[in-house]
């Protein structure tokens, strides 16, 4: 029976009786799927928000609504007084099983899911890594001993064998981390504040520069505790290019990416893995 307040989300109050809301039930398991494939809170809500689905009241789902749907046991029939469980009266939304492997996955720290996911992210650099003679450089890898490991290769080296190209192939984890690197130096740069800040007025009028420095700057402490694909998303915003040649590599960045960046850090958009 139910004793008042707010249903959960997928159920409507008849005759003081929780109902399935058929509707809102079919959306509550798709939440509940999609969570099992990508484990983050964070690109979930933004998956959730791209489909339209908001609250009964109309109010945008973030990621502590999403967290509280993922732990309501309502949803496997359940009512809940006290902090005990019981068995309810109502029809359960999603199976037992379901439950057990999503809340297997919500006990995992948010840096044991982010490597979790790691192996399914697209490659950080994929489709903006090029060489010296202007060939795209592709992602690869190779497992030896039981370990993995990552390289860009060149479409050159690909098409012609090696020693086509000057620079034929590149482990992956060390020209990530480099471009990272400049990513990050660039935050703190007066000059690219400034014209983050110029770029992001257009669409806030009222944000500062200080505004825009202190967006930019969040980015780099937070950094880690993003999930892979988060951060290969920011990547692709921000980075338009990067030419790797003998001497050194060469990061091409989108202005426009980076008051797009700034945007979302000031509205709370970019959270970490959790």
């Known amino acids: 029976m139910w004793m008042g307040g707010v249903p959960p989300y997928g159920y409507r109050v008849e005759n003081r009786k929780l109902v399935i809301d058929d509707e809102h039930a079919e959306h509550v398991r798709w939440i509940f799927a999609r969570f099992l494939e990508i484990g983050s809170g964070t690109e979930l809500a933004r998956e959730v928000a791209k489909r339209g689905i908001r609250t009964p009241r109309g109010n945008r789902i973030d990621k502590k609504y999403l967290y509280r749907m993922l732990s309501n046991r309502a949803y496997i029939g359940e009512a809940v007084h006290k902090g005990e469980s019981y068995p309810g009266e109502h029809e359960a ?31 950080l650099l994929k489709g ?16 030896k001993d039981g370990r993995l490991y990552r390289y860009y290769v060149s479409q050159t080296v690909l098409k012609h064998g090696a020693g086509s190209c ?16 400049q990513l990050r130096a660039v935050f703190r740069q007066p000059e690219i504040v400034a014209g983050t800040w110029k770029a992001a007025r257009a669409d806030v009028a009222d944000i500062t520069e200080a505004d825009a420095r202190a967006a930019l700057q969040q980015l780099d402490p937070l950094w880690d505790e993003l999930f892979p694909a988060e951060q290969a998303r920011i990547v692709t915003l921000l980075v338009e290019r990067v030419d790797v040649g003998s001497d050194g590599l060469n990061v091409r960045l989108r202005v426009d990416g980076l008051s797009g960046l700034a945007r979302e850090m000031l509205a709370g958009g970019i959270e970490a893995a959790a």
């Open 93 to 123: 939304i999603i199976d037992r099983a379901t439950w057990d492997r999503v809340h297997a996955i919500l006990q995992e720290s948010p840096r044991k899911r982010a490597a979790r996911t790691r192996a399914d992210t697209p490659a």
């Open 128 to 143: 903006l890594l090029f060489g010296p003679d202007g060939a795209a450089f592709s992602p690869t890898h190779t497992r």
């Open 166 to 181: 000057p620079v034929g192939r590149v482990p992956a984890g060390e020209i990530e981390a480099a471009v990272i690197d």
